[in-house]
């Protein structure tokens, strides 16, 4: 099969299932494990919003309102979500929201090098069989949830790749001025 | 609406879906920066057959052969792919991949910790807009994996969510063996 | 008051709370995270029967089975109970369990130098609030669950005294044997 | 044995206790390697305080002033009494008076991340036979300090589980706050 | 041969190749991966500028824009270049751009202690067969680049020498003046 | 100037400088700050032979035997030399002998992470000036030489392309090993 | 003999000696490895006139200027003296000294947690043979310095002695002081 | 007045001194704080025999026998002595020997990188006024040893610059050994 009819049929295929799915695009839940962390958080949706993403804040513990956490996945089990988890210190919600749900979880736990920075090893040295990952930026993570959305989401896909090309241009134009600079 | 209501329009939702892209199934690509991780990859990939995932292996190094990792990334750009890859010691590989390719990037260095884990921050420490996530257990980035086409794939969503109900199972009987212990 | 009768009245005190609690001796639940460390348990219970403290084996994830650990703890709600938790890599059982308990929580998590002991700060940097305590010794750990128990058991204060003294003893000898090396 | 009727009989036996040990109330002993934590220690006798604990503050180094360390250790032998050491660098402190009481001993060292955590391990690298634990957070040793009392004490039992339905209501409360912000 | 003699003919090569390669001066061009550390370039530039060597600046990112640092490397393919590059958190410019030219490479990652100095690890963890080398000080950047190009140009040679007797003299100095302190 | 001219030119001069300075082939001198390191610097030796480099092996000790390493660096202050450091533990020689030579250094310190690598950073911290580059692979030091060598002599830097393209190569055929993997 | 014969031959030993070598006070010099370091050598200055102790200051390079550091070395020699060694970063100076002289070497290097403290690596990772002893505490190294005088000056020893029972006073007046705290 | 004259008086002194404190040569007591360490301590001694030290060897633990450690000192008060104190894990022997006596002391605790070397701290962050120095080699405990009794003892300062000659002599042959490979 040619290149171009390959191309056409795909169209329709996107187009064939806008159809059926249009109306589930995507959520983020950035759950968080105290509201002092609220502050990071806004900077997660941020950079969510500007790739066009919705989100909704929510607060719970794994370690002090598990049921609270658990309650929370239920809710929106029948939903089209991705969690953001952003817990500091001791990161247990990660990996507990993992193993509690089939839905993709983000692990981004607020900036700190602390001790070395070792606070990120509770949310990589999680137990066997868990899928949390981790990014420490909250522009990655907000650019992580907009990839997996955009596995079927053309449009987000789009998004994606116009943000690396703006990303591009931003350097080309940075080389042209430095290499002015002496 | 009740939820019984609620259920069997999604059931139907699900079922049309289903006839539209139902030959649209993902594909993980561990994408390895040397030959010498094959075996860790090989991992990987157990943990991707167990959950029903099919894989690629593939050979390219961000540092050595760029130009290689981008004609890969070309190579699958219409397919619905997401990519595992696997780089020891500074890992380039992961950040590079995610910049030029819109599909999720799930980092999986293999497993060290030379230099009191030193190496895992050049895959923690990206640049701003980058979006790959890390992950150190092989088990982890398959589920990982897992759960992004689950967003869509309601067949591998149960799936999901059976491995998870295994390991608590596994965990019941543990606690049996233990008990009569001393 | 003389200090001769002074210990007088607390012999009484200590003699009539020995009619009124005598069978309420304590017990420590040694609860772990996975049965692969049911051989670093087993030294926490074989140094708990050297100071004459009952332990019972449970285990229980606070990642993957939540609510089983609640359960676990509902269970031993009204015994006189010291937990002691056990879980490697990312420890959130300690605070988990001390979060939803009055008891007193003793983490002794597996021995492991891995990342330069970065696991050790999952167990430290616990959330505001939470009372969990942490050695990294199995003797360490029934040591300090038989001081807990000694607060009100006069006879298990002797034993830990007892203790204390062979320790002691042993530097002595030790002494005695290198003076003589040369 | 009903429930109801164990229940029945707990009660009488708390009753019973009360009347022989009821005078009997614990203290923390706060003791400080030096003058300078005192700050840090008033950070702890305020937690005490809100859970209903007296303390005493007391300054004795293990390194300087062994023989002072021993006499307080012997005037407090005949107290109800839980030592929260709190010693800066490498704390000796901790183990020392561990080693030299029957009495609980929670090592709560100033906080400090220099040279990524190290000093942390100054109280965590102990010798056999020791039994001093540690946490990092004021706060965190008295709730420890609580929960040892509360082993017997059954009205500070209650007031643990009050501080702890305390932190739930918080974490329910901030829920409620950040779901209307966006 | 007498010494006298192996300098007369060592000065006649000298000249020869003055004659030869006399318009062939080197340059560095410092290869940034983002305009943010221009100020730390400046720095090395300083130090060029010091020694008497030439400098370009120039931004390409190895993650964003790999085809960008290919074309720059094709650019300075025929000239007479040092590269020194400057890239923080996780470094893989430094060592993609080495496995690219067969130009040496200084690796001058902007100085960072974060994380214990994890980020310098991305630096030296390189791939098989990479040879940039590295060092944390611009000065050192600066006169290592002067070294390389001295090993043919003796004049530049003369120079090290020279900065190498300024810094022995301010030593000197400062030893005349705090003996006279007290 | 077209390039075709350029190349043509630049073909003269080299023929020219060939004449010149052909008998000017560099040498590196691999000095060691003990015995002990040996069988390290032979594996650097390997590198350095398989791009036709010469080298000579020295020993000497920056802390114990300074003077010496003075005269080995007066003995080649006439030749074209580079020096390849390796000294483990507390490196002092790299940077001694750096400030004392206007040659070119590469610090190759033998491979430990001992103390979580901290070794490397007595090659690192080096004093204002100092111009000592740090390699922790002796491949890499191999290549780092090779390259300064190149920078005049294009016979070489031809054997530089050729070993980068010999690694591509490998790169290239492991990717066709592993594709027929699953 | 009794003990009282025995301080009183002793008395006179000290009589006999100070005769003897009474004009023959040591002196420590603090040998810095540049001059900014000069304000932290004024703190061990102030400690070693608070025991007593003269001094010189000196700068000397071991990596810049090793044959001056050899001179003063030799300056020296015939004199009663411990040196103190003052180097920050990669600390080459405290085993070049101890390698070249046969006085007490008293590494002191100025305080600092960069990279988790890793420069103080290289004060301890010391060759073979060399017994340059650490210290972090300016204070420290100048108590060090006087107990090694006091070896053999009585006098110095009795200096030590009050030095200490000051230390011990100070912490019974804060244990006084804070027991009146609440 | 010359240096023959200068030359001629110091060894009329050192002949009256030698003539006064002959009997009085120093011993070091090596003193650990368990009997495990022998095997380590008898490392230490091997060196002290070598340059013709006398050594005792005892046991005694600042944790848990302080009182013990207390005596041992006042054994030793009145004779010519230096502590070497080896102590493994969180080390207070040193500090607190040295807290409480006016010899000097030496810690020279078991080689251990565990924890990235994290134990080394507790035997740095040593308390105000406290004069213990670390080394972390036994042979280095041991030439530390000897210089301080070298201060007043020339027949000993004589064997240590025999011990640095033979230092130097090594390395001397060596250099000549590996010249001749290749």
Same mark, same amino acid.
């Given at each position: 099969?040619?290149?171009?009819?390959?191309?056409?049929?795909?169209? @329709? /295929?996107?187009?064939?299932?806008q159809?059926?799915?249009g109306?589930?695009?995507?959520?983020v839940?950035?759950?968080m494990?105290?509201?002092?962390?609220?502050e990071?958080?806004?900077e997660?949706a941020?950079?969510?919003?500007?790739?066009?993403?919705?989100?909704?804040?929510?607060?719970?513990?794994?370690?002090?309102?598990?049921?609270?956490?658990?309650?929370?996945?239920?809710?929106?089990? @029948?939903?089209?979500i991705?969690? *953001?988890?952003?817990?500091?210190?001791?990161?247990?919600?990660?990996?507990?929201?993992?193993?509690?749900?089939s839905?993709?979880?983000?692990?981004?736990?607020p900036?700190?090098?602390?001790?070395?920075?070792? /606070?990120?090893?509770?949310?990589?040295?999680?137990?066997?069989? *868990?899928?949390?990952?981790?990014?420490?930026?909250?522009?990655?993570?907000?650019?992580?949830?907009?990839?997996?959305?955009?596995?079927? /989401?053309?449009?987000?896909?789009?998004?994606v790749?116009?943000?690396?090309?703006?990303?591009?241009?931003?350097?080309?134009?940075? /080389?042209?001025?430095?290499?002015?600079?002496?």
């Amino acid at each position: 099969m040619r290149v171009r009819d390959q191309k056409l049929i795909r169209a @329709q /295929d996107v187009l064939a299932k806008q159809l059926v799915c249009g109306d589930m695009t995507g959520k983020v839940v950035i759950l968080m494990g105290s509201e002092k962390d609220l502050e990071f958080c806004r900077e997660i949706a941020k950079h969510l919003k500007a790739l066009g993403i919705e989100h909704d804040f929510r607060v719970a513990s794994a370690h002090k309102t598990p049921e609270k956490v658990l309650e929370i996945l239920k809710e929106f089990e @029948q939903q089209k979500i991705i969690y *953001i988890t952003v817990a500091g210190r001791s990161n247990a919600l990660s990996a507990f929201v993992d193993a509690n749900t089939s839905k993709p979880v983000i692990a981004c736990p607020p900036y700190s090098d602390k001790f070395g920075g070792a /606070d990120l090893y509770s949310s990589l040295r999680v137990p066997s069989g *868990i899928g949390s990952v981790l990014t420490i930026e909250p522009e990655g993570a907000a650019v992580a949830a907009a990839k997996i959305f955009a596995v079927e /989401d053309h449009a987000l896909e789009k998004k994606v790749i116009e943000y690396h090309n703006a990303m591009r241009k931003e350097i080309e134009k940075a /080389d042209e001025s430095v290499r002015k600079t002496k």
